[in-house]
């Protein structure tokens, strides 16, 4: 594992979706997940071999609404006083990176055949996807999983307080992972996400936004094995949007 040279500071920092050097953020958005999916095969639910193929338009797709990617860079030196965030997402090494996509509608949100729980009143409640978790390895174990995770749950109550309002509102923020990665899951129990079903690979990527990547044909024996199994777990947490607090 590299060594991470001297005192760092880590920043949270969502990706702008209008700006004039969007271009070259979305392509450090493509170099930075697919550098992730080279040293991690097994992280993600894509694959480098066919990540590396999409067109940049589907990686600049990827960061427009309903997405709001937030990136974790990390600085050696204070940023300069008439440093933007932009100018930092522009300079500084990316070490992190989660999407929280949202709200979403019941309609799609909800997967009937997967045992998620039914809101008592969905009307009060905005819903919210958390996807492509990710740390760099040389950064691990400091606690930027978390941080993230508190930082897509944080959006999540901001932008329902700009949606709807506070008062009453909450906020239901799902994920799907791989249920084989115990301590992942105990991490996100230990942050207050509870069990809420069971996922299919194509439940995935239309959660994740990827739809369009899901092959026309998918009723092989094969190809059902891969993307109509139930083998992701959900989990789920619902947070009060009327405060800041986590
Ligand atoms: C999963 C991942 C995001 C964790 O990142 P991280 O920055 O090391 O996580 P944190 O430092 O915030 O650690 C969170 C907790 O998990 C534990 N943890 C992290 N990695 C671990 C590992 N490999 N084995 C056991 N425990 C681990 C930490 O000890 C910590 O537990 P604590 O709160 O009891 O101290 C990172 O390993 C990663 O990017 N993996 C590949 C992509 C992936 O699997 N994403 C998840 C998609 S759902």
């Known amino acids: 594992m590299a060594e991470v040279p001297g005192p760092v500071t ?10 004039p050097r969007l271009s070259n953020l979305v392509a450090k958005f ?33 960061l427009a609404a309903p997405s709001t990617a937030l990136i974790c860079v990390s600085t050696s030196n204070p940023p300069g006083p008439s440093d933007s965030d932009e100018d930092m997402l522009m ?49 691990r174990g400091r606690g930027l999983a978390k941080k993230l995770v508190n930082a897509i749950l944080a959006s999540a109550r901001g932008q329902t307080r700009r949606l709807e309002g506070g ?28 069990d809420a079903g069971m996922c299919t690979l194509r439940e995935a990527f239309v959660a994740n936004g990827d739809e ?6 998918t009723g092989s024996t094969e190809a059902m094995w891969k993307w ?14 009327g405060t800041e607090a986590d």
């Open 167 to 194: 008062q009453g509102m909450k906020a239901r923020v799902r994920l799907f992972c791989d249920p084989s990665k115990t301590f992942l899951v105990n991490m996100y129990k230990g942050m207050g996400f509870e």
């Open 10 to 19: 880590y920043t949270i920092l969502p990706i702008p979706t209008t700006s």
């Open 30 to 62: 493509r170099d930075t997940k697919l550098a992730a999916l080279e040293a991690e095969p097994t992280g993600f639910a894509v694959k480098h071999a066919e990540e590396v193929l999409h067109p940049i338009s589907l990686w600049q797709q990827r």
């Open 212 to 217: 369009e990547l899901i092959p026309a044909d």
């Open 91 to 139: 300079k500084e090494d990316w070490v992190g990176m989660a999407t929280l996509r949202g709200s979403l509608p019941y309609s799609t949100f909800h997967l009937p055949e997967s045992g998620q729980p039914i809101p008592d009143d969905p009307d009060r409640e905005t819903r919210w996807h958390l996807c492509n978790l990710y740390t760099s390895q040389a950064h």
């Open 228 to 241: 109509e199994r139930r083998y992701g777990l959900a989990m789920e947490r619902v947070v009060d949007a």
